[in-house]
Structures are given as structure tokens and as C-alpha cells.
């Protein structure tokens, strides 16, 4: 199937889409230091949201753009802790999981749980196979956190951190700046990484996020956002209804311990093929190797990009609409790969800020990456940041509304 087959089924709303990636990669760009504000930009406010065991004082920025959209972000984790966006009659709901508190995000049930509501990810996003690679010869071992695999950076990673934030409106949007250094060695990873994430909410519906990082000492880097959404609203119940669209003829497959075998494998006849919309429902009951092994969808997607000699171009990678609300969500990347989640392992434990609880399948990850543990797979694009090098990645996702979508 050529691309541009591909592409027609997402006809309600990604043309639209694709005429504004372009515009998204210069007038959404990441924030230099002229764009700062001296002062809190019109449009955006700070609250205190609590403070940390260690006395460090945690930060709520509440972003708002021209049409109403709102968007809450605290600097542990870069977490966003809301978003609220309008049905297809306008009405406001939150569609990301996560909570009002900075004690819940501290608890010893979330932590249990360990599910990174609205989370930044680093160093690395997915797992890594025993916590180890090969690097110039010589055996790096990581801190484990998934029994012996090392998953989202490690038992401390980046959505565990205080960020540093700076608050900015520009012409490209009103948004936030997060940076964190990394020190040599954080986690077991080599290399002093300086990174910074921009989270821009633009008036055009959009939330760009753009990354950067920089390090010391070779080191593999593979960031990303982790948040969860529900487009009834959080705490509406599961998201088997919601409809997605993946733009990816090939996944890859895993083994019992989620880490991938390394095969690249076509989604043609299998559960995992989303290239034309379909409930995320309606193919778990299937008997399927890989869907037992994950409890679901949790699996990294290879992306069809366009032009090769167009590197680092954004492309579509997702759509999801929910026929009741009419919310549509479409998401785009310059990542090669789209981990999706479709919260296989919340239980209940949780309650969420509307009171309800996060039961099984509330919410659903779309993590733009690298592959998982690619690393240790020679035949993944890589994800090793040399020194001198810059990072840079970005992710575009679009709100927008379907009214001739019904149930």
C-alpha cells in the first residue's frame, strides 16, 4: 500500500492536518530566549501545587489560548496534569488522566502502579532489555525497574524530577519551557545530558512539544510524552469505542518480557493493523500471541514517513475520534516509531480528578519514539547521542471536533 492510500481513510480532519504541519515545524518552533517574556505572559498562571519530601517547592502553570483551550502543567515530572478541550457542542472537558494533588502523584499506590499519568520520559523511553547495552566496547549496566528490564529511564527517571520552567507568549503560542540536567551516570547512564522541552499551545488547537539535549559523553537518548487520554473526559470509563488510525504497515513484535525480538513485522491480518479507523475494542478478544503477552495493545509501531531525504519532516501518525463527545485527536512526529497504550493495566486502584476511578482500559497512550531497546538492536534506527550533537525531536498534537460524527 503506497502512502498516499494510506492517507484517505483519515479524510475527516488530516487533510486539514497536513496543511498545517508545515506551519507547525516555524511558527510553533521551540522558544529561543527572545521570545521570553520578562513578566507572567498574559494568558498563562502560576499556583503552588505542593511540596516535594526533599522541602523543593512544586509548580502549577495553567496555559490558556485564544479559543478557551486550557491546559494545567507542573514542573515535577513536566507532568500535565489536565487539558481541557470542547465536545462537537462546545462543551469543556479534561481528556488526560492524572490528578489535582501533588500527593497522589507522590503516593505510594501511584508509585505501585507506576502508570507516568502526563509524564516527560527520559532518558529513554520503553524498556531496555536486562538494563544493559554495549557502548564503544565496554558493558553499561542501568538501574532496573521492570523486573530485570529497564523501563522509562529507570526506578528515578525524568518524570520523577523537578524541572526547571520558564513560562513564554509569543507569536508562535503560550507555553512553557522545562529544562533538567542529567548528571553522568543518573540511572547508569553515561554522559552529563542537558535537555529542554517546550510545551507550545498555539491557536490553532495544537500542542507542539519540541525537545532538545545535549550531552557529555555518548549515550543513548529517546524522549517522549506519556500522557493518557480519554476524549469522553477522564473518568468517563474505557476507550474500547474510541476509534484510531495508525499510520504504520509494520510493528514490532515482542516477547513474554515486552522487550522486542527484533523482528519487523507487517500488520496486514493481524489485530495490530489501524491503518483505516477502527474501535480499539473491537479485535482484543482475538487469540493472538502478542496481544496475550502485553494484556493488549502495548506495542511500538513502525511509522510510514514520506520523502527519506526529508529527515526529520513531521508526519501523521495517529488519529482518534470518539463518536459521542465528536473530540478528534490527531497526532504528529518526527519519531520514527508510535508506542500504543491502550491502558492495559490500570485497575481501579486510582482515582482521578473527577472523583471516579481509572478503571481497566480508562485511557490510552500514544508515546512518539524510538523503538524500544534499540540499543541492543542493530537494526533499529539508532538512538545514540554523540558529543557536539544536538537532540532534537518534535510532536504535534491537534484538537479539533467531527459534527458529522455520531454513535
Not at 517547592?57 to 478541550?85: F, H, P
Request: hydrophobic share 35%.
Amino acid at each position: 500500500m503506497k502512502t498516499n492510500d494510506f492517507l484517505m481513510p483519515w479524510r475527516l480532519g488530516i487533510c486539514c492536518f497536513g496543511m498545517v504541519l508545515s506551519q507547525a515545524a516555524t511558527a510553533a518552533a521551540s522558544p529561543d530566549e527572545s521570545d521570553m517574556a520578562p513578566v507572567m505572559p498574559s494568558g498563562i498562571e502560576r499556583a503552588d501545587f505542593g511540596v516535594l519530601p526533599d522541602g523543593q517547592q512544586v509548580d502549577c502553570y495553567r496555559i490558556v489560548n485564544a479559543n478557551g483551550l486550557e491546559m494545567r502543567v507542573i514542573n515535577y515530572g513536566g507532568i500535565i496534569v489536565s487539558l481541557k478541550t470542547p465536545d462537537r457542542d462546545g462543551r469543556l472537558d479534561d481528556i488526560v488522566l492524572g490528578f489535582d494533588s501533588l500527593d497522589d502523584y507522590l503516593s505510594d499506590a501511584y508509585r505501585q502502579a507506576n502508570p507516568y499519568f502526563g509524564a516527560l520520559i527520559g532518558r529513554y523511553d520503553n524498556r531496555i532489555d536486562g538494563g544493559r547495552f554495549t557502548l564503544d566496547g565496554e558493558a553499561v549496566q542501568l538501574v532496573t525497574n521492570e523486573g530485570s528490564n529497564t523501563l522509562h529511564g529507570g526506578e528515578r527517571g525524568f518524570d520523577r524530577r523537578l524541572w526547571h520552567a520558564e513560562p513564554f507568549s509569543s507569536s508562535r503560542g503560550r507555553g512553557l519551557v522545562l529544562t533538567y540536567t542529567s548528571a553522568d551516570g543518573e540511572q547508569g547512564f553515561p554522559g552529563r545530558l542537558a535537555t529542554r522541552v517546550s510545551y507550545t499551545l498555539t491557536d490553532s488547537n495544537e500542542l507542539v512539544v519540541d525537545y532538545q539535549a545535549r550531552t557529555s559523553r555518548a549515550t543513548p537518548v529517546n524522549l517522549t510524552q506519556h500522557s493518557y487520554f480519554n476524549l469522553q473526559g477522564e473518568g468517563s470509563g474505557p476507550i474500547l469505542d474510541h476509534r484510531l488510525t495508525i499510520n504504520a504497515s509494520a510493528y514490532t513484535p515482542v516477547d513474554a518480557s515486552l522487550i522486542p525480538t527484533g523482528e519487523i513485522a507487517p500488520v496486514e491480518g493481524t489485530p495490530f493493523d489501524f491503518r483505516e479507523s477502527t474501535a480499539i475494542g473491537a479485535r482484543l478478544g482475538q487469540q493472538n500471541t502478542q496481544l496475550a503477552y502485553a494484556k493488549g495493545y502495548d506495542h511500538n509501531f513502525v511509522l510510514i514517513h514520506g520523502d527519506p531525504a526529508d529527515a526529520g519532516a513531521l508526519t501523521p501518525a495517529a488519529r482518534v475520534s470518539e463518536p459521542d463527545s465528536g473530540r478528534v485527536l490527531e497526532v504528529a512526529t518526527t519519531e520514527p516509531g508510535l508506542q500504543f497504550y491502550a491502558g492495559n493495566f490500570l485497575d481501579g486502584t486510582l482515582t482521578g480528578k473527577s472523583g471516579r476511578p481509572y478503571t481497566h482500559r480508562s485511557g490510552l497512550a500514544l508515546e512518539t519514539q524510538h523503538f524500544p531497546d534499540s540499543p541492543n538492536q542493530p537494526n533499529f534506527p539508532s538512538t545514540l547521542l554523540q558529543p557536539g550533537d544536538t537532540y532534537h525531536s518534535r510532536t504535534v498534537f491537534r484538537f479539533s471536533t467531527d459534527a458529522t460524527m455520531r454513535p
